[in-house]
């Protein structure tokens, strides 16, 4: 069988299962935990909302314990798959260049995959929320979509030998991140109103089969049949000795100066990263209580307006590549993004909230510069 060198199919439907169901996961807690503290059903419609905004009122408290409640939920939930997912990374994406990309991408598709089919079966038969803490940590040992976007752009990096082809076909993996991501987020709460938080999982799931089908025996390995066999039979324990080896050596033998940059990158990025996620895992909480009391499409619009602007955020930093250093570009992106999540949290009305996730937006590309940065460190530490 023929295969094909073509990865973004594989970034356009990860992306946009992922994204479908990214706004749903902080609903579904929410109204599980609120369903447990009034032992009732949870009604949402145009017409109907359970945002009580009387500050006085016994129904106030309540729903301020369950917000609280479901934020120390995701919380929780966030570190258990972070944890394993970050090493994950670290290690399949460090090691593409040996061992071939794919796994980067097949790897993260079927811990969505199990996640989808975990979420369903929790919704569909009304088990307990604490099953989602095991389901957190094992998907969390497939990686995450850092690893999958990571292993996406280095398939790209590596497959490309042409410059400028390479730059063209990044740039399409950015609109297409920012195009499928947007509209993933605006179809979801039109997803949930219509048929539920099971059936929504049931459709990732099966955009998920299909990936994986498409990856293991439609996508090329960047990495040659005969050298792949070679490295199967080098063992896990030799496979992480020599990863964390070679970034060891790295500090050991780069100049002084090179050690405190590497060193300020990696704590900036990971800064960065606490403070993009840690934040935006807060919307969808705010936005369901008081001032705003959005209901599960305009929490769709609000999840399109956090992603699918990035496609403006990418052509301002087109322009401003041709006369501005990327550092700058960099600083311009850090700073967007304090002053959206600063409007986000002064924000009273529905048209703060859009115009604060609109300045978050702004500042995504700026993922995109640091992660190039650190995946160039991370493979100049393994020593190829």
């Known amino acids: 069988m023929r ?47 359970h945002c009580e905004q009387n500050k006085s009122s016994p129904a106030y408290i309540k729903q301020k314990e369950v917000q609280e409640k479901a934020s120390v939920f995701n919380m929780q939930l966030d570190l258990t798959r972070a944890i394993p997912s970050l090493t994950v990374a670290f290690v399949i994406v460090a090691n593409g260049d040996r061992q071939g990309h794919k ?19 929790i919704s569909y038969f009304s088990l307990s929320l604490s099953v989602l803490f095991a389901v957190a940590f094992i998907t969390g040992l497939f990686g995450s979509l850092a690893t999958f976007l990571g292993g996406g752009f280095a398939y790209i990096a590596e497959e490309c030998h042409d410059e400028k082809q390479k730059t063209t076909r990044i740039a399409v993996v950015d609109l297409i991140f920012g195009v499928v991501s947007g509209l993933a987020g605006l179809l979801s709460g039109y997803f949930l109103r219509e048929i539920g938080f099971a059936w929504t999982f049931v459709i990732a799931s099966l955009l998920h ?41 790295l500090f050991k033998t780069a100049p002084y100066k090179k050690r405190i940059l590497i060193i300020v990158l990696l704590f900036t990025f990971m800064t960065y990263l606490f403070t993009l996620l840690g934040g935006s895992s807060l919307f969808t909480l705010y936005e369901l209580d008081e001032p705003l ?21 990418f052509l301002g930093v087109y322009l401003f590549s041709k006369c501005l250093k990327d550092i700058y570009i960099v600083f311009i992106g850090i ?7 600063i409007m986000a949290a002064f924000a009273k009305t529905t048209l703060l909230m859009f115009l604060g996730e609109f300045l978050i937006s702004c500042s995504m590309v700026n993922n995109v510069y640091e992660n190039t940065a650190v995946l160039s460190v991370v493979n100049a530490g393994v020593g190829y």
């Open 335 to 341: 700073f967007s993004y304090i002053g959206g999540m």
């Open 293 to 313: 009391c959005w209901n599960e499409v305009y929490i769709g619009y609000g999840a399109a307006a956090f992603t699918s602007v990035s496609l403006t955020s």
């Open 209 to 249: 089969v299909i990936n994986i089908i498409y990856i293991i025996f439609f996508l090329q390995d960047t990495v040659g049949v005969s050298q792949l066999q070679h490295e199967v039979s080098v063992s896990w324990k030799e496979l992480l000795r020599e990863t964390f080896s070679g970034v060891y050596m």
């Open 103 to 121: 796994r980067s991408l097949v790897l993260p598709s079927m811990g969505a995959l199990i996640s989808g089919i975990s979420f369903t079966a």
């Open 3 to 49: 295969k094909v060198l073509c990865v973004e199919p594989v970034i356009f439907i990860y992306v946009f299962a992922s994204f479908l169901t990214s706004p749903l996961v902080q609903q579904f807690i929410y109204r599980r935990l609120w369903e447990q503290e009034y032992n009732s059903t949870f009604v949402s419609d145009s017409n109907v909302t």
